[in-house]
């Protein structure tokens, strides 16, 4: 019985341990099967990453590409727009010539009518002719010599504007050669021109000399629970985990680098960059800096480094382009430039004017105005097709164009990535010599360098010119100042001495002008007074109006100085007339009354009244040249016939 019950113990603890063994192998058999399950989760979450960071390089492969596309187009439209600049200066200038080549055509054409005419008159009229024949000749020579004249000083006129033009075209010619090249010495802008063939050979050397890409020191780039489940994994498939997320991005495959520099001693991860394998990967975006559908940051074509995106350099180069455009405003805008930047696009107050050691002068704008400013820019939509920013949005298809509307903390994102020779920024917050600003409440500022307003602005040719010729003022009127500075009484004494000077020759010109005048116009009164027959003569005011019209018809060349007929007139009424007045009356040989002219109005009566005067000058033919010089009957010059008629 004894041995029974042993034995049936035995068995009992036999099928306990058997029983526990199933129970244990069960246990370990769901344990693999889950540790399984999660190796298999962890495989498909790697799978997903990567299809999906396949998918993210497509994409910014195939938008890269549409930027090409893009800037290609940019690239095309303006070379056609210098194209049509270039023709329409041409035209302008074919313009200006066309009227002084019409000019000289006429004038050439006039001056063969007037050869023909003289020809056909001698041709006609032979060497006998009575002595009317030979006054009409006479008459009509005096015609053709004042024609000859005219034709003469038009010629003179044309050649003397055809040099003017011509030094006026020399001198835009080498100005603008001098400004192509040599204006940065001036402190002038230069002409933006194509891209040089050197440069473009550096730029491909570059790209082909491309260094090798480091390793970089890990980030972790997996979350918590993933990196949990795969602590729990076995060797073997951790190790093999761990190979897929060691092996090269699918880009650097792509570009044929398989594996990083100097694995041993790797490099930190790149600022703002996510590694993992010893390899950049991706590069994550700023905090501050979410805005809807733009992309600040990539990685390198050279897979070392983060650099802006597509989107963010769209972005740089917008926020350039509104940089040079307040620069431009505040050299160029007559409202702005005249006002002391009063009525300009960003407020006073939101402006620092600043220096360099050359001299050069530039503008830093806060930047919560200056946003304001780009973002107002693309409400009016002021901003040029090249600085549109390209986004794909999957709702609206690929490829869509809007613009988007940026805040400071892009620009704070973005300015330091910018060419530090081109844009200027200065941040409050960098924790060094800065802080001064952020004590005094002021705000981040950004702005062209004044080296670069100094030397590469673009400025319209107008605009260089006017401040070219302020230099070259300036430049000549700095010794004079100084001069002036530093003896201000001998300044001020040779300043009046000048202005009275002057007057005073003004003044002797003027009487000059005067007398030699009154003495043509009144021999042309009395010549008109003796052609008159006995009892009659002339109202005083019809004989001037007379005579002042035949005077401003052929003026003598001391007239010509004023600026037009009626300015001729009013000066020969005004200054001239009552000399010849007074004159008048103090003669004897005249005879003064009034009579009553038709209309019944009395006006003062001139007569001549001495046979003999009248008598010598109807003899010697009594016409006076526009000088005021006696000429002989066989130089009167169209006289005769009007006293004939």
């Not at 041995?3 to 244990?24: D, Q, S, V, Y």
């Not at 063969?112 to 009317?132: I, K, N, Q």
């Not at 040079?324 to 696009?345: F, H, K, N, W």
Request: proline share 5%; glycine share 8%.
């Amino acid at each position: 019985e004894e041995e029974e019950r042993r034995g049936r113990e035995r068995e009992r603890e036999a099928a306990e341990r058997e029983a526990a063994e199933r129970e244990a192998a069960v246990l370990e058999a769901a344990r693999r099967r889950e540790e399984m399950a999660k190796l298999e989760a962890a495989r498909e979450d790697m799978a997903k990453l990567e299809a999906a960071r396949r998918e993210e390089e497509e994409r910014r492969a195939r938008r890269r590409r549409e930027e090409d596309a893009a800037i290609a187009a940019r690239e095309r439209e303006a070379e056609e727009l210098r194209r049509i600049r270039r023709e329409e200066t041409e035209a302008g200038l074919r313009a200006i010539a066309e009227p002084f080549r019409e000019e000289a055509l006429e004038v050439e054409a006039a001056a063969a009518v007037l050869r023909g005419e003289e020809d056909a008159r001698d041709a006609l009229y032979g060497a006998d002719h009575d002595d009317d024949q030979v006054e009409m000749e006479k008459d009509e020579g005096g015609v053709v010599g004042s024609l000859a004249g005219k034709v003469a000083s038009a010629f003179r006129r044309m050649a003397k504007y055809g040099v003017l033009l011509a030094a006026l075209f020399l001198s835009l010619l080498v100005t603008y050669g001098f400004f192509l090249r040599e204006a940065g010495d001036l402190g002038l802008p230069r002409i933006d021109g194509p891209e040089s063939a050197t440069d473009k050979e550096a730029s491909g050397a570059a790209v082909a000399n491309m260094p090798e890409t480091p390793c970089f020191v890990d980030n972790p780039l997996l979350t918590i629970e993933q990196r949990g489940a795969l602590h729990r994994l076995d060797e073997s498939e951790r190790a093999e985990i761990l190979g897929i997320a060691k092996k090269p991005p699918l880009p650097m495959i792509k570009a044929g680098v398989d594996t990083c520099t100097n694995p041993a001693k790797p490099v930190p991860c790149p600022e703002r960059g996510l590694c993992s394998g010893g390899y950049l990967r991706e590069c994550a975006e700023p905090p501050t800096s979410a805005v809807e559908g733009l992309e600040l940051f990539e990685v390198s074509e050279s897979f070392d480094a983060c650099v802006p995106a597509g989107d963010a350099r769209h972005v740089m180069e917008e926020v350039k382009g509104a940089l040079v455009d307040l620069a431009m405003e505040r050299t160029c805008g007559p409202s702005c430039r005249l006002t002391g930047g009063y009525v300009c696009s960003i407020a006073r107050d939101a402006v620092m004017e600043t220096t360099d050691e050359n001299g050069g002068r530039g503008w830093m704008y806060k930047v919560g105005s200056f946003v304001e400013y780009v973002n107002s820019r693309a409400n009016d939509g002021e901003v040029s097709p090249s600085k549109e920013t390209v986004q794909t949005s999957d709702e609206d298809g690929e490829g869509s164009v809007s613009r988007t509307m940026i805040t400071a903390d892009v620009v704070r994102a973005l300015a330091p990535h910018m060419d530090a020779d081109t844009v200027k920024f200065v941040d409050v917050g960098d924790g060094g010599t800065n802080s001064d600003l952020e004590k005094r409440g002021l705000e981040a500022q950004i702005g062209l360098t004044p080296s670069y307003i100094r030397a590469s602005l673009p400025l319209p040719l107008p605009c260089w010119t006017l401040l070219l010729l302020f230099k070259l003022a300036r430049f000549l009127c700095a010794p004079l100042m100084r001069l002036a500075l530093a003896h201000p009484v001998y300044s001020a004494l040779f300043l009046l001495a000048a202005v009275i000077l002057r007057k005073r020759r003004r003044r002797a010109a003027r009487l000059a002008l005067v007398k030699l005048l009154v003495a043509d116009v009144r021999e042309r009164a009395y010549d008109l007074l003796a052609e008159c027959d006995d009892g009659e003569g002339y109202a005083a005011l019809h004989l001037r109006d007379q005579i002042l019209h035949d005077v401003t018809l052929d003026p003598p060349p001391e007239l010509t100085k004023q600026a037009s007929a009626r300015v001729q007139r009013k000066f020969l009424a005004d200054a001239v007339w009552p000399c010849v007045v007074a004159e008048v009356r103090r003669d004897n040989r005249i005879r003064k009354s009034t009579r009553e002219v038709p209309g019944g109005k009395r006006l003062e009566w001139w007569e001549w009244i001495s046979r003999a005067g009248k008598k010598s000058r109807r003899s010697r033919g009594g016409m006076m040249s526009p000088g005021g010089i006696m000429m002989s009957p066989e130089g009167i010059a169209g006289g005769s016939a009007k006293k004939n008629n």
